[in-house]
C-alpha cells in the first residue's frame, strides 16, 4: 500500500488520506481517498488494524473524519506527508 499524503489521529482511530490519479479524456485527475482505521495490539504485542469500530470509536471516527474532510476541502493539493495528531496514540 501506498504511503498516506496525510494522517489525522484522534485516539487510536486514524484517518488516512491517500490521492489516487485516474485518467479521463486523457488527463490525470486526483481522486482523494480516506481509509478509517482503529489501532490495536493483540494479545502478542503486535500492533494491528481493524475497520470495525466500538461504541467509544465513534465520537473518535466522527471527528478524525471531520478533520479529513476539512483538510480535503481546504486543500486541493498536497502539502506536507506529515501527520497531524490529535490526542494520545
Given at each position: 500500500?501506498a ?6 489521529k ?7 488520506i491517500?490521492?489516487?490519479t ?7 485527475i486526483p481522486?482523494p ?7 490495536y ?6 500492533w ?9 470509536d ?7 473524519l ?7 476541502t ?16
Open positions: 500500500m504511503k498516506p499524503e496525510t494522517v489525522f484522534v485516539g487510536a482511530v486514524r484517518a488516512s491517500f490521492r489516487n485516474v485518467e479521463r479524456n486523457g488527463q490525470s481522486l481517498k480516506v481509509v478509517i482505521e482503529v489501532r495490539k493483540d494479545k502478542t504485542g503486535q494491528n488494524g481493524t475497520n470495525s469500530l466500538s461504541l467509544n465513534i465520537p473518535k471516527a466522527i471527528l478524525a471531520q478533520k479529513a474532510f476539512e483538510y480535503l481546504g486543500h486541493k493539493e498536497p502539502e506536507s506527508p506529515e501527520s497531524l495528531s490529535t490526542g494520545p496514540q
